[in-house]
């Protein structure tokens, strides 16, 4: 018997390649100058792009990347923002 699998992806490829995307876009949408932080400013570029009522001021967004900021820099790394998101993003903050 001969097994064709041409054209056909593993479920757990799609999958892969499904959240590959989406990492992908939140980091796209949370850091646009490509600098693998993401600053005061744009977390409140990005709140305000949601339409989300936190973060509409400066100081609110300091007191949010403040409660995820371990390294203390005034910014969220990918290692920080991670740990943010697996306690519900930074909409659980505030």
Do not use: H, Y
């Not at 990492?23 to 744009?42: C, Q, R, S, Y």
Request: proline share 2%; net charge positive; glycine share 14%.
């Amino acid at each position: 018997m001969i097994c064709k699998t041409e054209g056909i992806e593993p479920l757990g490829f799609k999958a892969n390649r499904l959240q590959k995307w989406q990492a992908e876009m939140v980091k796209n949408l949370t850091d646009p100058n490509g600098d693998g932080f993401i600053t005061v400013d744009e977390l409140k570029a990005v709140l305000s792009s949601l339409g989300l009522k936190q973060g509409k001021t400066l100081d609110d967004c300091k007191k949010m990347i403040m409660q995820v900021d371990g390294d203390g820099d005034g910014r969220v790394n990918f290692k920080e923002f991670r740990q943010m998101m697996k306690g519900g993003g930074f909409s659980a903050l505030g």
